[in-house]
């Protein structure tokens, strides 16, 4: 077991620039550098948000459970599946969350003559989780509640996503292919935050920290946090929940570590006396899971992808992904990923894999038997996968690992954002900052669901139409500080801009995403100080690290590195620069990089940037669209 000092928790961004004036908020968090997790202790159920179903009604057993009744006519039952699925499709584009609250009502009678029994845990099931959650505010008979409320219609909405994008993506071939699929589609759409990203120094000055958000959310605006052997991975958690919709068990895979924390302790008072003494900080070291790497079990073998690093562990014969006997097993699997000049080590070694520890997905809605019944029941493009027996779970990665499982547990982080979902109004506002640009009043949400799942023709027209947009929603003008109006805009020209170039790498044009990536290096703000506090500027890193994947496959081996070896402190730049120096390597004696292209030499100086349209301009015809 190695020691490592720990590293601090990354305060990076999910907050909008203090112009934006719509909501002062702090966000609460601990001292320790942990995600926040749940109080321990068991003794209260989270509450649910203001309007929602959650709050247990008055009176007995009849008016906690008021869905008994006779069974549906089939015809009736099917309409109102079909009903609820889209309801769901078209909830985030509907403000107020009414048809949560329908789809909701429709599910509680579709399942009004199911009997009690068919909710209920199975006993392996109820003994697994309530060994693992013992100290959560979450009661594990929550599970086996019969109401549908509106978190789980919420549940339902999240894997309808995810199925639409996994359905798409992992396309023909075994199982390992479609796995990769997917793994490379989340590389290159979901783009790590670095540690120094932008937060609006107002509410840097209000101590506000980042919150980790639910994949859906990633999802959507396209960036995601990563920190080395730390619970908080986002991106990771994308590519579980993708998995999970095309039938394949992947988990966060970790091992115990010890970390040197420093802790405050009372000296003791000089000359042996009963006052207390000053504090004084100590140095002690303290056992802690670190979290290392996906693996999705694959005909009962676990193969390593790598999040972080935006990378697959590649097999020993350098084609293929390694799986987890081999990494822990031949020291060189793993060893491959140190970066040579200068030396910079992959943090996991084949020595901290003798025991491993498997870090399920936690997310509540995965293990109701309610879910499974509806799963049971939804078809054809509908059925997207909506529970895992989690006792199934565990004994299925306790039969591909044997003598190396140390344990099979519930991974902190989804428990961790549903409790403060639910519970927390100043997470819940933080959450918000960056989701603003999301609202329905805007462009962008619209055309990026589009694009997500799949409707490529529609998604593009939307997007260019948003792109150098000159009108704002006379809603938001009357909320909004006319200082940022600008601000949104350009925010919103790059967004489209990005997503635009990824909407093309879906629809095999890649030359049209180079030129669209190209040109979301150029869109303002390019002043470091204005582009503090505006998310959109985030993309930047996923248009680089795109531009070297797609110069990659067009075999232009100068601007791949060029793009590559681009200035990145998320621990993507140590797998943008293992992809840099493995094309240097295959030519080391080729052609040097070529002179900087329009977007390169703009960050040179050599090129002023474009200005964007004014107010009253229209949008020029864009072919790269």
């Known amino acids: 077991m190695r020691r490592r000092r720990r590293t601090p928790r990354w305060l990076g961004p999910v907050g909008l620039a203090s112009a934006l004036g719509i909501l002062a908020l702090g966000c609460g968090g601990g001292d320790d550098d942990r995600p926040p997790g749940p109080a321990a202790g068991g003794a209260f159920a989270p509450k649910a948000?203001?309007?929602?179903?959650?709050?247990?009604?008055?009176?007995?057993?009849?008016?906690?459970?008021?869905?008994?009744?006779?069974?549906?006519?089939?015809?009736?039952?099917?309409?109102?599946?079909?009903?609820?699925?889209?309801?769901l499709e078209r909830a985030p584009l509907t403000p107020g969350g009414q048809n949560i609250r329908i789809a909701t009502d429709n599910l509680n009678q579709y399942f009004k003559g199911t009997p009690d029994e068919a909710f209920r845990l199975s006993p392996e099931s109820g003994s697994y989780l309530t060994e693992e959650m013992a100290k959560s505010p979450f009661k594990v008979e929550d599970f086996e509640a019969r109401a549908f409320e509106l978190k789980d219609a919420r549940h339902i909405e999240d894997c309808l996503l995810y199925h639409n994008i996994a359905s798409r993506v992992a396309g023909p071939g075994t199982t390992l292919d479609r796995v990769r699929r997917l793994f490379d589609w989340t590389v290159r759409h979901v783009q790590l935050v670095p540690p120094d990203a932008p937060i609006p120094e107002i509410l840097a000055g209000q101590g506000i920290r980042p919150a980790p958000t639910r994949p859906y959310d990633v999802i959507v605006r396209g960036f995601a946090s990563e920190i080395p052997g730390n619970a908080w991975a986002e991106r990771s958690w994308v590519f579980l929940a993708l998995c999970r919709q095309i039938g394949v068990d992947a988990a966060m895979i970790g091992y115990t570590?010890?970390?040197?924390?420093?802790?405050?302790?009372?000296?003791?008072?000089?000359?042996?006396?009963?006052?207390?003494?000053?504090?004084?900080?100590?140095?002690?070291?303290?056992?802690?899971?670190?979290?290392?790497?996906?693996?999705?079990?694959?005909?009962?073998?676990?193969?390593?992808?790598?999040?972080?690093?935006?990378?697959?562990?590649?097999?020993?014969?350098?084609?293929?992904?390694?799986?987890?006997?081999?990494?822990?097993?031949?020291?060189?699997?793993?060893?491959?990923?140190?970066?040579?000049?200068?030396?910079?080590?992959?943090?996991?070694?084949?020595?901290?894999?003798?025991?491993?520890?498997?870090?399920?997905?936690?997310?509540?809605?995965?293990?109701?038997?309610?879910?499974?019944?509806?799963?049971?029941?939804?078809?054809?493009?509908?059925?997207?996968?909506?529970?895992?027996?989690?006792?199934?779970?565990?004994?299925?990665?306790?039969?591909?690992?044997?003598?190396?499982?140390?344990?099979?547990?519930?991974?902190?982080?989804?428990?961790?954002?549903?409790?403060?979902?639910?519970?927390?109004?100043?997470?819940?506002?933080?959450?918000?900052?960056?989701?603003?640009?999301?609202?329905?009043?805007?462009?962008?949400?619209?055309?990026?669901?589009?694009?997500?799942?799949?409707?490529?023709?529609?998604?593009?027209?939307?997007?260019?139409?948003?792109?150098?947009?000159?009108?704002?929603?006379?809603?938001?003008?009357?909320?909004?500080?006319?200082?940022?109006?600008?601000?949104?805009?350009?925010?919103?020209?790059?967004?489209?801009?990005?997503?635009?170039?990824?909407?093309?790498?879906?629809?095999?044009?890649?030359?049209q995403a180079i030129d669209l990536f190209e040109q979301s290096l150029r869109l303002p703000p390019q002043d470091p100080a204005i582009v503090r506090g505006r998310p959109a500027t985030l993309l930047r890193l996923g248009a680089e690290a795109n531009l070297g994947m797609l110069y990659d496959a067009k075999e232009e081996i100068g601007r791949a590195t060029y793009h590559y070896s681009q200035s990145n402190t998320t621990p993507q730049s140590h797998g943008n620069l293992l992809r840099a120096n493995a094309l240097v390597f295959e030519d080391p004696f080729g052609p040097p990089p070529p002179p900087p292209g329009p977007a390169e030499a703009e960050s040179e100086g050599e090129e002023a940037p474009e200005e964007s349209p004014g107010p009253d301009s229209e949008p020029e015809a864009d072919e790269a669209a």
């Open 49 to 87: 948000a203001p309007g929602e179903a959650g709050d247990a009604p008055e009176g007995g057993a009849a008016a906690r459970d008021p869905f008994r009744g006779v069974a549906m006519d089939p015809e009736m039952r099917e309409a109102l599946l079909r009903n609820v699925v889209s309801l």
């Open 257 to 511: 570590t010890e970390v040197e924390v420093e802790v405050e302790a009372e000296a003791a008072a000089e000359g042996g006396g009963d006052e207390a003494g000053e504090q004084e900080t100590k140095v002690e070291v303290q056992e802690r899971p670190y979290y290392w790497a996906c693996a999705a079990l694959v005909d009962g073998v676990p193969y390593l992808f790598d999040a972080r690093l935006g990378m697959e562990i590649p097999a020993p014969d350098g084609g293929g992904v390694a799986t987890l006997e081999q990494a822990a097993t031949d020291p060189g699997v793993l060893d491959r990923l140190d970066l040579p000049d200068p030396p910079i080590p992959y943090e996991t070694e084949a020595a901290d894999l003798g025991r491993v520890r498997v870090f399920l997905d936690s997310s509540r809605g995965y293990f109701a038997p309610k879910m499974g019944l509806l799963q049971a029941d939804l078809a054809g493009a509908n059925r997207m996968v909506l529970h895992r027996d989690p006792a199934e779970q565990r004994e299925a990665w306790a039969s591909a690992l044997g003598g190396r499982l140390e344990a099979v547990e519930l991974w902190e982080l989804p428990l961790t954002v549903e409790f403060r979902l639910f519970t927390d109004p100043a997470y819940v506002r933080a959450v918000q900052f960056v989701n603003l640009y999301f609202d329905p009043q805007f462009p962008l949400l619209g055309a990026r669901l589009r694009q997500l799942r799949g409707d490529l023709a529609d998604a593009k027209q939307e997007l260019t139409r948003a792109r150098f947009r000159r009108n704002v929603p006379q809603a938001a003008e009357g909320q909004i500080d006319p200082r940022a109006i600008r601000e949104i805009q350009e925010s919103l020209d790059l967004f489209a801009t990005y997503y635009l170039g990824l909407a093309q790498i879906d629809d095999e044009m890649p030359d």
